[in-house]
């Protein structure tokens, strides 16, 4: 009761009447707690979807199809795909850090939107040097054209690619 008193500026004794309800809240403080309300509402709301998001991908919903292929003009333009844009959900906000395992090698990668609605990797880094999507598909000779899945191992941490 002090530190809330502290907190909105009463007194301890006001603030145990509040409780008792002997005493009503003015305007403003009807206000504030009507606004702490709605943010709490809002973060716990948002917490439910996040934790929602991960029951699906611990329940085997993502294992998501990606393709090799072109993305731009230049030879160098190679990358792994999805078009779906339920796949977005199941990996980390874009930019986010991430492992993605490749034939038992762990990369740190990031996913990237691109413009056409589709999602690929970014980024990515073996042992702290950086890999071009290219490089990243001719080491693992995947092909342009290939289909390949990724797994959730830990999801929002670690995925794994498969063929």
């Known amino acids: 009761q002090k530190e809330l008193a502290n907190l909105i500026?009463?007194?301890?004794?006001?603030?145990?009447?509040?409780?008792?309800g002997v005493r009503e809240p003015g305007k403003s403080l009807k206000l504030f707690f009507e606004c702490l309300e709605e943010n709490l509402s809002y973060k716990e709301q948002f917490f439910i979807e996040k934790e929602e998001k991960l029951i699906r991908a611990k329940e085997g919903v993502a294992s998501m199809e990606f393709k090799v292929q072109r993305i731009a003009s230049n030879p160098s333009g190679i990358a792994i795909v999805s078009c779906r844009k339920e796949t977005r959900q199941n990996f980390p906000s874009p930019g986010k850090p991430f492992l993605l395992i490749i034939d038992d090698r762990e990369y740190q990668t990031s996913i990237r939107n691109l413009q056409v609605g589709w999602t690929s990797f970014a980024k990515t880094f073996y042992r702290g040097k950086r890999i071009t999507r290219a490089e990243l598909c001719e080491l693992h000779k995947l092909k342009e054209g290939d289909r390949v899945?990724?797994?959730?191992?830990?999801?929002?941490?670690?995925?794994?690619l498969r063929r």
Do not use: D, H
């Not at 899945?149 to 794994?160: A, L, N, T």
């Open 9 to 20: 500026g009463v007194s301890a004794n006001y603030v145990y009447l509040l409780e008792k």
């Open 149 to 160: 899945f990724v797994e959730i191992v830990e999801p929002f941490k670690k995925y794994r």
